[in-house]
């Protein structure tokens, strides 16, 4: 596992995150053997949000991790999301961490991201909490999720400290990111500016992209991979996989982390055997050729 830089922060990470979204339905030793593989692949960055399993996801996190192991770990959470609305509400904020940390059993949070933006948002409200929380100790790092530039500037124009990631879902099958670039000035649909150009925003600002649902096609949907749906796409896996003697999983992340953004994709498995072929990923270096063969095979046509 390699590490890179995390935003602005002055910290490196591991290129590849561990998603804990799924594993509110775990027990504790199940937890603890899913954790012990992530760190056996050198993974110690650890993403939650407090709606995951209604806050159980961080719970048995929380019991399943010693005190020994929480200096040598990551955690990152979000908050934001609530029954019917979103909320970046300086009160939502700081309760929200609250009970991220009583859950989690730990003093501190490593990374915040508020997880789907605010059409309420107040940034000056939001550089309140976030200065709040950093100066008692409890979140040392922040950033944002589903953001475009216009948000992210917005609210980095009342924060005193940098905005390190940003989490946007992307992968194979979830490119619009990268189709409205290779389309720039054309009549299709995938010329069409989605996002605000928030691939090229994030680079040029040094703000981390961590690709969620990596593995996924439309919004939960489903998996791309062995799919019926997508045999082009398969095929194309199979066969360059099985050149450098790897699974379809790891080829998919390693897809993504052949882009220069240097992006930290989550992973959203907890299958042991699944999770060690996404982490396996940062030993893969594929070609440009082949990187545009599977763009292609997954649907997209080259201007």
Same mark, same amino acid.
């Given at each position: ?7 602005? #922060? ?7 995150? /561990? +998603?804990? !979204?799924?594993?509110? $339905? ?9 954790? $012990? ?15 995951? +399993?209604? @806050? ?11 005190? &020994?192991? =929480? ?10 999301? =609530? ?5 970046? &509400? ?30 309420? !948002?107040?940034?000056?409200? /939001?550089?309140?909490?976030? $200065?709040?929380?950093?100066? #008692? ?5 922040? @950033? /944002? ?15 005193? !400290? ?8 992307? +992968? ?21 500016? =989605? ?45 360059? @996989?099985?050149?450098? +003697? ?5 080829? #998919? ?23 060690? $072929? ?9 070609? =440009? ?15």
């Amino acid at each position: 596992m390699y590490h890179i830089d995390f935003g602005k #922060s002055g910290i490196k990470v591991p290129t590849i995150a /561990v +998603g804990c !979204m799924r594993i509110s $339905d775990m027990n504790e030793k199940e937890v603890s053997a899913f954790v $012990d593989t992530a760190l056996s692949h050198g993974a110690n960055f650890f993403d939650h949000a407090d709606i995951y +399993g209604g @806050g159980k996801s961080e719970e048995v996190f929380g019991k399943a991790i010693t005190p &020994s192991m =929480r200096e040598n770990i990551l955690i990152q959470t979000k908050c934001g999301i =609530r029954k019917g609305q979103f909320d970046f &509400s300086y009160e939502h904020i700081i309760n929200s961490v609250e009970g991220s940390l009583r859950r989690l059993g730990t003093d501190y949070i490593d990374v915040l991201l508020l997880h789907r933006p605010d059409a309420l !948002m107040e940034p000056e409200e /939001v550089a309140r909490a976030f $200065d709040c929380l950093k100066a #008692s100790g409890k979140v040392r790092h922040f @950033g /944002v999720s589903n953001q475009n530039p216009y948000q992210m500037q917005l609210l980095q124009n009342s924060l005193d !400290m940098p905005l390190c990631a940003n989490q946007l879902q992307f +992968g194979i099958m979830h490119t619009p990111m990268i189709q409205s670039g290779v389309n720039v000035n054309m009549y299709n649909a995938s010329g069409v500016n =989605r996002d605000g150009g928030v691939l090229d925003f994030c680079r040029l600002n040094k703000i981390t992209i961590q690709p969620w649902s990596p593995m996924q096609y439309g919004f939960f949907d489903g998996c791309f991979i062995d799919n019926d749906k997508f045999p082009e796409l398969n095929e194309t896996l199979e066969s360059i @996989g099985n050149e450098y +003697g790897i699974s379809k999983t790891t080829l #998919s992340f390693a897809w993504i982390l052949r882009h220069p953004a240097k992006m930290q994709p989550v992973t959203g498995t907890t299958n042991l055997s699944r999770l060690a $072929d996404c982490l396996k990923a940062t030993d893969i270096s594929i070609t =440009r050729e082949e990187w545009y063969e599977i763009y292609r095979s997954a649907g997209n046509i080259l201007p």
